[in-house]
Nanobody
């Protein structure tokens, strides 16, 4: 059974930082492409960052230079380090694991507010 579990969300002030974690089990993690998406209230779910099994990284323009995606295959974990957060970053952040099929976590809420 595949499980994708995010953690690390919470309330942070504008300009602050937060690190999200995602652990995936039941798949060959090292062979999986890992993605972070986010969905703000009333909006579509948008791709934020991707890290392939080979370590190639892509970022959405909206967060480029503020967010960093990384992975550790030994820990079956991918992280999203977020810097200089602003209220527009408020959303539910979802982890997506792709290995033939696509698997989603339940999401973690990030709220940027003073």
């Amino acid at each position: 059974q595949v499980q994708v579990v995010e953690s690390g969300g919470g309330l942070v002030q504008p300009g602050g930082s937060l690190r999200l974690s995602c652990t995936a089990s039941g798949i060959i993690f090292s062979s999986s492409e890992m993605r972070w998406y986010r969905q703000a209230p009333g909006k579509q779910r948008d791709l934020v960052a991707t890290i392939t099994s080979a370590g190639t990284i892509h970022y959405a323009d909206a967060i480029k230079s503020r967010f960093t995606i990384s992975r550790d295959n030994a820990q079956n974990t991918v992280w999203l380090q977020m810097f200089r957060l602003n209220p527009e970053d408020t959303a539910v952040y979802y982890c997506n694991a792709i290995q033939i099929y696509s698997y989603w976590g339940q999401g973690t809420q990030v709220t940027v507010s003073s």
